[in-house]
């Protein structure tokens, strides 16, 4: 299931990866009716997809979500959701997860975001000059969005 899981969000992951970021690149996004759309808006990429599968509706929801709430952070959802469902899948490689733990898995990460101070240095290493916010009201209202579910463990 939880392999699942990181397979639906790595394939999201990868439409809007590279449209994420100062140097992202536009997506040119053509609907059934012939209507075309350029843009490097995740959360206008993700708004036109069709999913079928159940956890990808749920991951666009929720990226949908934020984005409504904050007015931005749905590539960077989708992107961290990805992460850390690819990192659980490869610690847990072979281990049957249920719900309720991958639900505490999620929560320690999210509780070790709020205490990583070296997370900000890594993110502007790599991104360089990056506007982060130190309001840990902010960070938590932002990740709790992002690892509510319907499962309460």
């Known amino acids: 299931q939880l392999a699942n899981l990181a397979r639906v969000s790595q394939a ?6 590279s449209s994420f970021g100062p140097n992202g690149r536009d997506k040119m996004i053509v609907s059934p009716t012939g ?20 956890a990808a509706r ?7 979500r934020i984005e409504s709430e904050f007015g931005d952070g749905a590539t960077s959802m989708i992107l961290m959701l990805s992460g850390a ?14 719900p309720i733990a991958l639900c505490r898995c999620l929560k320690y ?12 240095e890594a993110l502007k ?18 990740l709790s969005s992002l690892l509510r ?5």
């Open 12 to 17: 999201l992951a990868r439409v809007v990866a």
């Open 35 to 54: 209507q075309i759309v350029i843009t490097n808006h995740g959360s206008t990429i993700l708004s036109k997809l069709t999913v079928e599968h159940p």
């Open 58 to 64: 749920f991951m666009l929801t929720c990226a949908n």
């Open 85 to 98: 469902l690819r990192y659980l899948n490869n610690t847990t490689e072979g281990q049957r997860l249920s």
């Open 109 to 120: 990460i999210h509780r070790r975001l709020l205490q990583n101070n070296e997370l900000e």
């Open 125 to 142: 290493k790599k991104y360089g000059r990056i506007l982060l916010t130190r309001d840990r009201q902010t960070i938590f209202k932002a």
């Open 149 to 153: 579910t319907k499962w309460e463990g």
